[in-house]
């Protein structure tokens, strides 16, 4: 299985495994202007963890890419927020890369006290190279070349269907 993502000409034969997590922080929702100091702020919580995923990031390779890309919380400014959740998107080539970023994510603690956090995430495979699709590729480049394209094949970044599909062909 195949996808398009590349540059001009080029298929995509392989790519890294995807994993799509949400991490939460549960405070406590309190009155802002009448009782601040009985909540807790689940996004000033959510905040230390963000800057600790950050601090994590600088020591991974480029094997592995993390982007914290959403964040929701609140419901009204002059309410002490219960709830924030930030969506990350991981990209790895080795399974253990995201079994090292899940511990991390799974140990990492708000600098709220009694604040709690849960971390959820869905895993996609990565897009392989196999014997069957290297030779569907040379099979694609010969009929290409035969009405004048020149197609190379490049591996991505990106996620699709072809990660779920590839261990199959």
Do not use: W
């Not at 993502?5 to 034969?13: H, M």
């Amino acid at each position: 299985v195949f996808d398009s993502g590349g540059s001009l000409g080029s298929i995509v034969t392989q790519g890294p495994a995807q994993a799509k997590m949400r991490a939460a922080v549960h405070g406590k929702a309190a009155h802002a202007g009448l009782d601040p100091d009985k909540g807790v702020n689940a996004i000033y919580a959510m905040s230390s963890i963000i800057e600790q995923i950050k601090a994590f990031c600088k020591d991974m390779n480029d094997e592995i890419l993390i982007n914290v890309g959403t964040i929701n919380g609140g419901s009204r400014s002059n309410v002490v927020p219960d709830f924030c959740e930030i969506g990350i998107d991981l990209r790895y080539s080795e399974e253990r890369s995201a079994e090292h970023v899940l511990s991390f994510l799974n140990s990492v603690k708000p600098d709220q006290k009694d604040a709690s956090t849960s971390v959820t995430y869905k895993l996609r495979e990565p897009m392989m190279k196999t014997p069957a699709s290297a030779e569907l590729f040379e099979k694609v480049k010969l009929q290409a070349q035969s009405i004048g394209l020149n197609i190379g094949e490049v591996s991505v970044s990106g996620g699709s269907d072809g990660n779920i599909c590839s261990k199959y062909c």
